[in-house]
């Protein structure tokens, strides 16, 4: 690649630096909840989404929540693939954005519908602290990532007069 090329790319992604952001948000949003609705709600039968009624509201509750994940991941990777057709995509901060939007969703999954709401639990045991203690800590651990990733792609502000 010649030096102009490389210019307009970096031209490129600062003008699409938000829908970098947005795609890996959206796309990191419904990876996780796809995730934990397929290994904790189907495959390890741990919890439903809504579990303060029938076992039958309960999957209902899990195929709305599924639907939602999927909406989420599609709208990203439209997101994902305008920008590759535009030549607008930045892979760190698209990163930064799936890492950001997976830990903010957990997050508000493990405080929020688990303690606040009680609309579920992680796993029905006794010792509950632990599983929400390692749930969140792997939330807060994907939010601190991401937002060192998006950190680091920040739109620079050009400064008059300082030759930039």
């Given at each position: 690649?010649?030096?102009?090329?490389?210019t307009k790319?970096?031209?490129?992604?600062?003008?699409?630096s938000?829908?970098?952001?947005?795609?890996?948000?959206?796309?990191?949003?419904?990876?996780?909840?796809?995730f934990d609705?397929?290994?904790?709600?189907?495959?390890?039968?741990?919890h439903?989404?809504?579990?303060?009624s029938?076992?039958a509201a309960g999957l209902v509750?899990d195929?709305?929540?599924h639907?939602?994940?999927?909406?989420?991941?599609?709208?990203g990777?439209f997101l994902?693939?305008?920008?590759r057709?535009r030549?607008?995509?930045?892979?760190?901060?698209?990163?930064?954005?799936?890492?950001?939007?997976?830990?903010?969703f957990?997050?508000y999954?493990?405080?929020?519908?688990h303690?606040?709401?009680r609309?579920?639990?992680?796993?029905?045991?006794?010792?509950?602290i632990?599983?929400?203690?390692?749930?969140?800590?792997?939330?807060?651990?994907?939010?601190?990532?991401?937002?060192?990733l998006?950190?680091?792609?920040?739109?620079k502000?050009?400064?008059?007069?300082?030759?930039?």
């Amino acid at each position: 690649m010649d030096k102009m090329s490389n210019t307009k790319n970096f031209a490129d992604r600062n003008m699409y630096s938000k829908r970098n952001l947005w795609a890996g948000i959206l796309f990191g949003l419904g990876l996780v909840a796809f995730f934990d609705e397929t290994v904790f709600h189907q495959l390890l039968h741990w919890h439903h989404f809504y579990d303060r009624s029938t076992t039958a509201a309960g999957l209902v509750s899990d195929g709305w929540f599924h639907a939602f994940s999927w909406f989420a991941t599609v709208g990203g990777l439209f997101l994902f693939a305008d920008l590759r057709r535009r030549n607008g995509f930045w892979m760190k901060r698209w990163i930064g954005g799936i890492l950001l939007g997976a830990g903010v969703f957990q997050f508000y999954d493990g405080t929020v519908q688990h303690k606040i709401m009680r609309i579920h639990q992680i796993r029905y045991v006794d010792n509950v602290i632990l599983y929400d203690v390692v749930w969140n800590l792997i939330a807060a651990a994907m939010i601190t990532l991401g937002g060192i990733l998006v950190f680091e792609t920040r739109r620079k502000k050009k400064v008059k007069g300082a030759g930039l």
